[in-house]
C-alpha cells in the first residue's frame, strides 16, 4: 500500500499596502483644499466690492491690473484709486445714490457726469428759478445741500483730488458796486467746497477752487441760457504708474466755441 502524499496547504497573507496604499492621504488633501476655497470664498463674499476687484483682478493679470486698487497716497477708506479703467464704475455708483434723492425728479435733468480726459466731470446746473443756489447770490438752497452733502460722502473715501469750478451766464447782473459774474462764479464754487469738507472731503482733497464767469459756456451758441450758471466737480484721474505721463489729470482746456462771449458780464438775478 502506497503512502499519502503530505498534504501541504500554503496561507497566503494579503499586505494592506501601507493602509490602503495611501490613497486615503490624496482624498484628505483634496477635502482640505476643498475647504480653504470655501472659507475664501466666504470671505470674499463678505468683503468691500474694492477688495473683491483686488482679488479678481489679480487672477485675470497678476503682473498689473489688481494694481488699479491700493494706493500709497495718504486718505481716508480704501483707497479706491481711480484711473482711466475704472472711473466709469464711478459714475455708476454716483447715479445710483443721486437716485436716492428725496428730489431726484425735479434734479435729474440738471445733474450731468461725464468722464473726459481730465477725470470725471460733474456738473450742476442751474434753472430759470433756480436749482441749487438762491436766486442770484452764492447761497446754496436745500436741494443744493442734499446733493453736495451725498457726493461728499460718496468721494471722500478716494484719494484722488478734486478741482471745483463755478460758471455763469452772460447776463448782466442786477445788483450794484464791483460785484459781478467774476465774484459770484467763484463765490459759488467756493461756497460748493466748504459745504463739502464740512461733510467728509478732506482739507488737502480740494486742490483748486475755479470761478470762470461766462468765458467756458455751456452752450455758447446761446450765452444768456440758465444751464450755463453751473458747478462743475472734477474727480481727477490718478496715474496707474508715476512713469506714464499720458495727459491723464492733466486741465482740459475747451476750444472757444463760435458765439462765447469774450467779456464777463455780470449774471442778473432770477
Given at each position: 500500500?502506497?503512502?499519502a502524499?503530505?498534504?501541504?496547504?500554503?496561507?497566503k497573507?494579503g499586505g494592506?499596502?501601507?493602509?490602503?496604499g495611501g490613497?486615503?492621504?490624496?482624498a484628505?488633501?483634496?477635502?482640505?483644499?476643498a475647504m480653504m476655497?470655501?472659507?475664501?470664498v466666504?470671505w470674499?463674499l463678505?468683503?468691500?466690492?474694492q477688495?473683491q476687484e483686488?482679488v479678481?483682478g489679480?487672477f485675470?493679470?497678476?503682473?498689473g491690473t489688481s494694481k488699479?486698487?491700493g494706493s500709497?497716497?495718504a486718505g481716508?477708506?480704501?483707497n479706491?484709486v481711480?484711473t482711466r479703467?475704472?472711473?466709469?464704475?464711478?459714475?455708476?455708483?454716483?447715479q445710483?445714490a443721486?437716485?436716492q434723492l428725496?428730489?431726484?425728479e425735479k434734479?435729474?435733468?440738471?445733474?450731468?457726469?461725464?468722464?473726459t480726459t481730465?477725470g470725471?466731470?460733474i456738473?450742476?446746473t442751474?434753472?430759470?428759478?433756480g436749482?441749487f443756489?438762491?436766486?442770484g447770490s452764492a447761497?446754496?438752497?436745500a436741494?443744493?445741500?442734499?446733493?453736495?452733502?451725498?457726493?461728499?460722502k460718496?468721494?471722500?473715501?478716494?484719494p484722488?483730488?478734486?478741482?471745483i469750478?463755478g460758471h455763469?451766464d452772460?447776463?448782466?447782473f442786477?445788483?450794484?458796486?464791483?460785484y459781478?459774474?467774476w465774484?459770484?462764479?467763484?463765490d459759488r464754487a467756493?461756497?460748493?467746497r466748504?459745504?463739502?469738507?464740512?461733510?467728509?472731503?478732506?482739507?488737502?482733497?480740494?486742490?483748486q477752487v475755479?470761478?470762470?464767469?461766462d468765458?467756458?459756456?455751456?452752450?455758447?451758441e446761446d450765452?444768456?441760457d440758465?444751464s450755463?450758471r453751473r458747478i462743475?466737480?472734477?474727480?481727477?484721474?490718478?496715474?496707474?504708474?508715476?512713469e506714464e505721463?499720458?495727459?491723464a489729470g492733466?486741465e482740459?482746456?475747451?476750444k472757444?466755441a463760435?458765439?462765447a462771449?469774450?467779456s464777463?458780464?455780470?449774471?442778473?438775478?432770477?
Amino acid at each position: 500500500m502506497d503512502k499519502a502524499h503530505p498534504i501541504i496547504i500554503v496561507k497566503k497573507k494579503g499586505g494592506h499596502g501601507g493602509h490602503h496604499g495611501g490613497a486615503w492621504k490624496v482624498a484628505y488633501a483634496d477635502f482640505v483644499t476643498a475647504m480653504m476655497a470655501l472659507f475664501i470664498v466666504l470671505w470674499l463674499l463678505n468683503s468691500s466690492k474694492q477688495i473683491q476687484e483686488a482679488v479678481g483682478g489679480y487672477f485675470k493679470d497678476p503682473t498689473g491690473t489688481s494694481k488699479k486698487v491700493g494706493s500709497n497716497m495718504a486718505g481716508a477708506g480704501e483707497n479706491f484709486v481711480l484711473t482711466r479703467d475704472n472711473m466709469p464704475k464711478l459714475k455708476d455708483q454716483l447715479q445710483k445714490a443721486i437716485r436716492q434723492l428725496n428730489d431726484f425728479e425735479k434734479l435729474k435733468n440738471h445733474i450731468e457726469m461725464t468722464v473726459t480726459t481730465e477725470g470725471l466731470r460733474i456738473e450742476l446746473t442751474e434753472s430759470a428759478s433756480g436749482t441749487f443756489f438762491d436766486s442770484g447770490s452764492a447761497e446754496l438752497n436745500a436741494d443744493g445741500h442734499e446733493l453736495l452733502i451725498m457726493l461728499a460722502k460718496e468721494l471722500s473715501d478716494l484719494p484722488n483730488k478734486l478741482s471745483i469750478e463755478g460758471h455763469t451766464d452772460s447776463n448782466p447782473f442786477a445788483g450794484s458796486g464791483n460785484y459781478g459774474n467774476w465774484e459770484l462764479s467763484t463765490d459759488r464754487a467756493n461756497s460748493a467746497r466748504r459745504l463739502m469738507q464740512s461733510n467728509g472731503i478732506r482739507a488737502d482733497q480740494v486742490t483748486q477752487v475755479r470761478g470762470f464767469a461766462d468765458q467756458r459756456l455751456r452752450k455758447p451758441e446761446d450765452p444768456t441760457d440758465p444751464s450755463n450758471r453751473r458747478i462743475s466737480i472734477v474727480v481727477q484721474y490718478v496715474l496707474k504708474n508715476p512713469e506714464e505721463h499720458d495727459g491723464a489729470g492733466a486741465e482740459e482746456v475747451p476750444k472757444k466755441a463760435p458765439g462765447a462771449v469774450e467779456s464777463a458780464k455780470p449774471e442778473s438775478a432770477k
